[in-house]
């Protein structure tokens, strides 16, 4: 009886030392098939819950026995709610084709079929270069797209309408985008987003194949030039221009007068004062094949007074009448402050876009004859000048007119 006991108590002993040695307690969890969780093609990582299994398995085919099947290398993890997963590289599934395989874990080896889609090939988009804006197609499904430039890797997400997506833009401001690059011209690389999946039922959809879209230039803008002497523009009705960039814009009219289209830079009748700069915008206007051109701008300056003229010799132009000669002296003409002077018949009227000007560069005298000039007005005014960059000289307009009438021929000095 003593000999049956002391065998008893040297096998608890020996069933304790075994637990103590190998250090299990806990009874194994039953296991399952393994599932999975978030696939990110963005990324290309897919979970695969472990279940209970200590290993999960792959197959290209559906293998009947174990030695068919490939370990499945990862990183492994728990989630929140301490489930047990390895995050695997799925970037050697093709995006062309869907491609399909097999997991299963070493406990519970019932096969799970995977399928990765292929990726989305029907995402078009078409660029505008007359209005602007882009006509897509593909996009049936997606509240939302990604750009870049060509040679940048920074997707931005926009809205195809609405608010916004995380991180993104709306499609106005895409459009403002857009219509900076117009100036230089620009290639956009532009995809679908990705819609990660979630389960063998629902495998997620892959970011759309890129496409590149063009976005034309604008051609160069029309180089307008204000004729100082007519006081006119080169412009043509295939131009438009504005002076207002809020307030739309108007087609030209072939070579137009300062005075039509600023008013406000030439100084009325018999004001000395009052003229004030004004900004011109130009460019050639679009058609149903091309984008409108880039703009120029033009800045007309304020007109300057008109010389005082009269017979007293503290006027900028004096006047006499001798031997039948109507004798003009322009009292501070040089080369750098130049007159000029035309004549209009008694009878015609005063065209200033019209009239035959004579540069004054010095004060000598001037002798007309009584043919040339009885009953003729006589309009004066300072010379403008065009713009010269190298030189240092500023865009100036001639001044306004002063005048006066050659009938004194009868008079004697």
Do not use: H
Request: aromatic share 10%.
């Amino acid at each position: 009886m003593m000999k049956k006991q002391l065998t008893l108590i040297i096998c608890a002993v020996l069933t304790c030392l075994c637990i103590a040695a190998t250090g299990r307690t806990e009874t194994r969890a039953a296991s399952s098939a393994v599932t999975i969780g978030e696939i990110d093609y963005d990324e290309l990582t897919m979970k695969i819950y472990k279940n209970g299994n200590s290993t999960i398995y792959f197959s290209a085919s559906q293998a009947k026995t174990l030695s068919g099947w490939d370990e499945v290398s990862g990183t492994a993890g728990t989630d929140a709610n301490g489930a047990s997963f390895i995050l695997t590289d799925i970037s050697w599934a093709s995006s062309t084709s869907d491609v399909t395989f097999y997991l299963r874990g070493d406990d519970t080896t019932t096969a799970v079929e995977v399928k990765l889609p292929k990726m989305p090939t029907g995402f078009k988009a078409i660029f505008d270069k007359v209005n602007g804006d882009f006509t897509f197609a593909g996009n049936e499904e997606s509240d939302f797209f990604y750009y870049r430039k060509s040679t940048d890797y920074n997707w931005i997400p926009v809205s195809f309408s609405g608010a916004a997506p995380a991180g993104g833009i709306t499609y106005d401001t895409f459009l403002a985008r857009i219509e900076e690059l117009r100036f230089k011209g620009a290639k956009l690389v532009l995809r679908l987003a990705q819609k990660k999946g979630d389960s063998v039922a629902d495998p997620g959809v892959r970011p759309s194949k890129e496409i590149t879209v063009s976005i034309a230039k604008y051609s160069s803008p029309p180089l307008i030039k204000l004729n100082i002497t007519k006081l006119t523009l080169n412009t043509k009705t295939t131009m438009e221009w504005t002076n207002n960039l809020s307030g739309g814009w108007q087609t030209c009219e072939k070579n137009m007068e300062i005075a039509d289209v600023a008013p406000d830079s030439l100084l009325k009748a018999g004001q000395t004062t009052g003229s004030q700069e004004t900004t011109l915008y130009f460019r050639v206007e679009a058609t149903e094949k091309k984008p409108c051109s880039q703009t120029m701008v033009l800045t007309v300056p304020a007109q300057t007074a008109a010389p005082t003229v009269g017979t007293a010799d503290t006027c900028n132009v004096v006047y006499s009448y001798s031997d039948n000669k109507l004798n003009i002296t322009f009292t501070d003409a040089s080369t750098s402050n130049m007159y000029e002077y035309c004549l209009v018949a008694s009878g015609d009227t005063f065209d200033a876009s019209k009239a035959k000007w004579r540069t004054v560069k010095n004060s000598k005298v001037i002798k007309l004859t009584q043919k040339a000039a009885d009953g003729a007005t006589i309009y004066v005014r300072y010379k403008g000048a065009n713009e010269n960059a190298k030189k240092n000289i500023a865009l100036t307009l001639p001044s306004a007119c002063a005048s006066f009438t050659a009938n004194g021929f009868t008079a004697t000095n």
